[in-house]
Every structure is written in structure tokens, then in C-alpha cells.
């Protein structure tokens, strides 16, 4: 079984050395927030996530039946 973003996005931030406030301060956000989307939290803004995501050098690909792999950019 796939592990669950909030899983990555927590090993990444570990991983890097960077504390949840830390990780907040460079994404521009919140520390609740990175706690609350690593522990999986569902009402969390995408925007917000992306912006963890650009800091811990992750990036998303959306898989499509009919447009393949697509690369999932800033909003």
C-alpha cells in the first residue's frame, strides 16, 4: 500500500532536518499547519500544501487515462 502524503511530507521534512517550524517559515505558512497536514488533517488549502511541497523539493504528477503523466505546477 501507497504511503499517504502526509507520511512524505513528514519524512521529507525529517530527513531534511527541519523542524515543523521551520518547514512553516520557509513554505510562508502556519506551524498548525504543517502539524495539522502531517497528521492528515482533510481541509487543508492545496495551494498550501504546494507550498510545503516547493520547499522540500517534492513534486506531484497527476496520472490520466487519456492525457498520461502530467506534472502538477503552481497555481
Do not use: C, W, Y
Not at 9 to 36: C, E, N, P, W, Y
Request: hydrophobic share 45%; glycine share 8%.
Amino acid at each position: 500500500m501507497g504511503r499517504s502524503l502526509a507520511h512524505l511530507i513528514r519524512s521529507h521534512r525529517k530527513k531534511s532536518g527541519l523542524t515543523q517550524a521551520q518547514l512553516a517559515t520557509m513554505a510562508g505558512v502556519g506551524k498548525t499547519v504543517v502539524f495539522d497536514v502531517e497528521h492528515g488533517k482533510k481541509t487543508i488549502i492545496f495551494a498550501t500544501i504546494q507550498k510545503m511541497l516547493k520547499v522540500l523539493n517534492i513534486h506531484l504528477i497527476a496520472q490520466s487515462p487519456l492525457e498520461g503523466n502530467v506534472t502538477i505546477e503552481e497555481i
